[in-house]
């Protein structure tokens, strides 16, 4: 009886455990599928002014696949930095559920003694009640914003590698920033002024499709009249991004607030590639023969490394590969392959692949499936229409030379 009871009791005991454990389990696995991103994504003014406050807007993004019901932001800054307030350190953000993001911003002051450099924030989250707070650190530019040079920056010589981009690449985009001044000096109301300009900051900003994957330009360096400073970005294409022209957006900090620019730098995508299109019928006579095709680059800029490969079950292709080369814009090249082979059907299909790099991104196609004819005619009978003409030649002869003989006895 006893033992009965022990039994029940124990069996009562791991219920209650499971029951217990599976309430306790749900949120967590809930939350865990929620992944969060956080960044600073902007922060006013740019550089932080000694003494002065500076506004801070973190983004936190939820880039899981699980929704979080309970996300909070805590910041910690550390000297030159302090918050306004302590209670303002912790913000409740509430439900992200995936892809959302929510933006905080922070108002920090920055110490009336602090040197001209980084100062660091710290960023913490939480994605439920009660759980562990991660951390992320952000450097802050301290330091004047101000100058009384009077340097205009000009951006010209926009270039991108590749010229022309297609879904899925990555290369860089590069751009020249030029003071226009022509002298080292200018005089304003009689007061002088060099005319230096300065490029504090350069920050290049991603669309829909086209993300910059490189990290903000920051610069202390003097620009003097005359000269440029040379900039490229890294960009990555998705693969389902549509052919068009994209506008990314170049913010500049320049001398002081005045000479500020905003640009918007043009990338072109395009899918267009290589086609190749028989230039003749696609036939082999008694098992062999020779393919012609014309190869054409539809794409708007050089494309390098390009090879035709041909491929049919039970035909033999030579060359295996036809290696092409570079080919400039609207290029035609036309190419020979020879193909045998000993199957006995109608016709076969043949696939025809192409291999190319645009940029330092290599690229490989189908560019079409197409219908070789397969034709067999008998070796003998070329022989007998040889015998054919040389007899009727025969005939047609002898009257001749009997006509002849006979003109000549006439005479």
């Known amino acids: 009886m ?26 967590v696995s809930a939350a865990s599928a929620a992944t969060m991103k956080v960044n600073i994504i902007e922060y006013d003014p740019f550089p932080a002014q000694i003494g002065e406050y500076v506004g801070v807007s973190v983004k936190i993004e939820n880039i ?19 918050l306004d307030s302590q209670n303002n350190a912790v913000e409740f953000i509430g439900i992200l559920s995936p892809e959302d993001a929510a933006v905080h911003e922070y108002r920090l002051y920055v110490d009336e003694n602090a040197k001209v450099g980084t100062g660091t924030v710290d960023i913490y989250y939480q994605i439920y009640t009660g759980g562990s707070w991660y951390k992320s650190s952000f450097g802050l530019n301290v330091g004047s914003s101000t100058f009384d040079s009077k340097g205009t920056i000009e951006l010209i010589d926009i270039t991108c590698d590749p010229v ?10 590069s751009f ?23 490029v504090q900051s350069a920050a290049l900003n991603g669309v829909e499709g086209i993300d910059v994957t490189s990290d903000n330009y920051v610069g202390s360096g003097v620009v003097g009249a005359g000269d440029s400073i040379t900039l490229s970005y890294n960009v990555e294409l998705a693969d389902d991004v549509k052919d068009g022209t994209y506008y990314l957006d170049l913010s500049m900090v320049g001398n002081s607030h005045t000479y500020n620019n905003n640009w918007r730098i043009p990338v072109k995508v395009d899918s267009a590639s290589i086609k190749v299109i ?9 098992g062999e023969g020779t393919l012609e095709f014309d190869v054409a680059n539809m794409h708007p800029n050089t ?16 060359p295996e590969e036809y290696f092409v080369g570079s080919m400039d814009s609207d290029e035609l090249f036309t ?22 790099r645009n940029g330092i991104n290599e690229h490989s196609t189908e ?35 009997i006509f002849i003989k006979r003109r000549k006895q006439n005479n």
């Open 176 to 198: 020249t920033l030029t003071n226009t001044a022509t002298e080292s000096s200018v005089t304003i109301d009689d007061v002088d002024y060099d005319t230096n300009a300065r």
């Open 2 to 27: 006893e033992v009965n009871n022990v039994i029940q009791r124990s069996i009562y005991i791991l219920v209650c455990v499971a029951m217990l454990s599976a309430s306790f389990m749900a949120p």
């Open 303 to 318: 494309l390098s490394s390009v090879s035709v490969k041909l491929s049919a079950d039970g035909v033999d292709f030579s």
């Open 278 to 286: 028989p230039s003749k019928p696609m036939e082999l006579i008694n």
């Open 367 to 401: 560019v079409a499936v197409r219908e070789l004819e397969l034709t067999t005619e008998e070796e003998g009978n070329s022989g007998n229409l040889a015998t054919a003409g040389i007899g009727l030649a025969i005939l047609l002869g002898i009257p001749a030379v």
């Open 64 to 82: 899981g696949y699980g929704r979080a019901d309970a996300v909070s932001l805590k910041i910690e800054p550390e000297y030159p930095f302090s």
């Open 335 to 356: 190419i020979e392959v020879d193909a045998k082979t000993d199957i006995q059907e109608s016709s076969v299909p043949v696939t025809i692949t192409v291999d190319y």
């Open 164 to 173: 022309v981009f297609m879904p899925g690449d990555i290369g860089t985009v």
